[in-house]
C-alpha cells in the first residue's frame, strides 16, 4: 500500500509564503514524477508544478516566479515554496506521484490540503 500524506497548507495573508511538503511511504520501487495540483472552488482541478525525477520541472503560468517545486528522492519528499501568495491561489492543493511498486507504474494522490490567501 502506497500513500502520499501532504502537511503545511494553511491561512495566510496575501504577499505572504506557505511550504507545502508531500511524503510518500510504502512499498516503492522507485518515483517517476511528482507534482502538485490544486482546485478552487466549481474549479477543474489544475497542474501547478511537476518535477521529474532528474529534477527537470515545469510550472503552471499564473505561478511561474512566486512557486518553486523541488524533491529529496532519498526521503520520497515534494515540496511546494509559495510566494506572494495571492487570493486566486485559494485552494485544496493535491500531491500527485507517479510510482512504481514492481509490477507497474501507477499514479498516486495525496487528500489534499487547503490554503486559504486572505486578508
Known amino acids: 500500500q502506497v500513500q502520499l500524506v501532504e502537511s503545511g497548507g494553511g491561512l495566510v495573508q496575501p504577499g505572504g509564503s506557505l511550504r507545502l511538503s508531500c511524503a510518500a511511504s510504502?512499498?516503492?520501487?522507485?518515483?517517476?514524477?511528482m507534482g502538485w495540483y490544486r482546485q478552487a472552488p466549481g474549479k477543474q482541478r489544475e497542474l501547478v508544478a511537476a518535477?521529474?525525477?532528474?529534477?527537470?520541472?515545469n510550472y503552471a503560468d499564473s505561478v511561474k516566479g512566486r512557486f518553486t517545486i523541488s524533491r529529496d528522492n532519498a526521503k520520497n519528499t515534494v515540496y511546494l515554496q509559495m510566494n506572494t501568495l495571492k487570493p486566486e491561489d485559494t485552494a485544496v492543493y493535491y500531491c500527485?506521484?507517479?510510482?512504481?511498486?514492481?509490477?507497474?507504474?501507477?499514479?498516486?494522490w495525496g487528500q489534499g490540503t487547503q490554503v486559504i490567501v486572505s486578508s
Open positions: 510504502g512499498r516503492i520501487f522507485s518515483i517517476n514524477a
Open positions: 518535477i521529474t525525477s532528474g529534477g527537470s520541472t
Open positions: 500527485n506521484a507517479h510510482i512504481v511498486v514492481g509490477v507497474g507504474g501507477y499514479d498516486y
